[in-house]
């Protein structure tokens, strides 16, 4: 089965290595790993039309933005698999690439997919979008792994450079959101470099920001982190400038979702701040990405990237496993999912789910071409001519 793979990937549950996507035994249908059951529940979903495609990316049982592209991808396939005219081509790329409006990787996947297809005869059309899809999902596993042995390199000379009464101690990493695994197809963007680290016997510890609303951090890093055996710690979203004040954070590193050719990083709601507090105490600040995350068309993110506005409902209220009432935090695996709201009747919510941050801001990028500056320098540096 193309989801279970031979060699050992960070993607590992009992025992088995996943991918999040896979084409289904029946050679038409797609899976998933239904992420907004996790960590309680790790269940998977098939997905057999475009319509569910679409909705799966829209509630969040897929997400992340490289497997936001690849679930679009598969998206158009299933649309061409039952019709696989022009306005049904259309109409698929137009419902897929509304679901969610932020992360490019979406628009860049269908886009990809269509520039293949659009030249076919309808009949060759379906079994050509799902090679396409099928290309885009490995290269993107290729990439997420690269960026896992450049960041590796930065992470091994962090760590040397530190002061010799440090050296015994672990080397701290703050991330947000969650940019591993469950957000690509394997391995992960900011992630990576920390499993590439943790295998190469580097003394690590994750601090795990939370990330309200939806708590990917909580919930989809810590379940990795522990699923892989890194030693991490979950953190409210704002300890991270405490604990850079206190000297307790040797970088941080956050993926993204749109990348601008100057260098801008548009990720999930915090990361600015994170950026800010970073830049405060001298902490470096690294942004993990393929290049299916840069707008080669957008310059200043602050002005040109739409930013997803998600329910109020993320905010009012939060979703976790029943505790087991106690007090000692405890809960059993099998109690229910429950969400509860937090606050007044009525209080009105708003909840932007990205914010961007500016490349002054951000110490370098780590790619699947190498580290380069967050700049256009930088950027044209590693892909050429802009
Ligand atoms: O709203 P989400 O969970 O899709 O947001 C995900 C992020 O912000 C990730 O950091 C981003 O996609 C980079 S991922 C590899």
């Not at 289904?24 to 495609?53: K, M, N, Y």
């Not at 306005?87 to 628009?107: D, G, H, K, V």
């Not at 690269?146 to 390199?153: N, S, T, V």
């Not at 902490?283 to 109020?312: C, H, K, N, Q």
Request: with cysteine; proline share 5%; hydrophobic share 40%.
């Amino acid at each position: 089965m193309e989801h279970l793979q031979q060699r050992r990937t960070p993607m590992n549950i009992d025992g088995k290595a996943w991918r999040t996507i896979w084409l289904e035994q029946d050679g038409r249908s797609v899976g998933v790993i239904d992420q907004t059951q996790l960590p309680h529940r790790f269940t998977t979903c098939t997905l057999s039309s475009c319509e569910q495609a679409a909705e799966a990316i829209s509630t969040m049982v897929v997400r992340g933005a490289p497997l936001i592209g690849v679930t679009g991808a598969y998206g158009l396939m299933l649309a061409l698999q039952a019709d696989p005219g022009d306005a049904s081509l259309a109409a698929a790329f137009a419902q897929l690439n509304a679901t969610r409006p932020t992360a490019i990787n979406l628009r860049w996947a269908l886009e990809r997919v269509r520039a293949r297809v659009a030249p076919l005869p309808p009949e060759q059309r379906a079994q050509a979008a799902q090679d396409e899809a099928a290309v885009i999902a490995n290269e993107d596993v290729a990439m997420c792994e690269a960026i896992g042995d450049h960041g590796l390199g930065l992470f091994q000379q962090l760590a040397a450079a530190r002061p010799a009464e440090r050296q015994g101690q672990p080397f701290n990493v703050l991330t947000h959101c969650n940019a591993g695994w469950l957000a690509t197809v394997d391995w992960g963007t900011a992630l990576a470099p920390i499993y590439k680290a943790h295998r190469a016997g580097l003394n690590m510890h994750v601090w795990v920001d939370e990330t309200r609303p939806r708590n990917q951090g909580a919930s989809l890093t810590a379940f990795e982190l522990g699923r892989e055996g890194v030693p991490h710690t979950v953190i409210v979203d704002n300890a991270g400038g405490h604990l850079m004040q206190h000297g307790q954070v040797d970088a941080v590193i956050v993926g993204t979702d749109r990348t601008t050719s100057r260098g801008d990083v548009c990720n999930k709601i915090g990361t600015y701040l994170k950026a800010l507090a970073a830049h405060d105490n001298g902490v470096p600040f690294y942004v993990a990405l393929p290049a299916s995350t840069i707008d080669w068309t957008v310059a200043d993110g602050v002005a040109e990237i739409p930013i997803e506005a998600r329910s109020a409902a993320e905010v009012t209220h939060i979703q976790g496993r029943l505790s087991d009432g106690n007090g000692a935090g405890g809960s059993a695996p099998g109690a229910a999912i429950v969400s509860v709201q937090l606050t007044p009747d009525g209080s009105p919510g708003f909840n932007p789910a990205f914010d961007v941050t500016p490349a002054r801001l951000v110490t370098a990028l780590i790619t699947e071409r190498g580290v380069c500056a967050a700049s256009e320098a930088g950027l044209k540096g590693l892909y050429g001519t802009i």
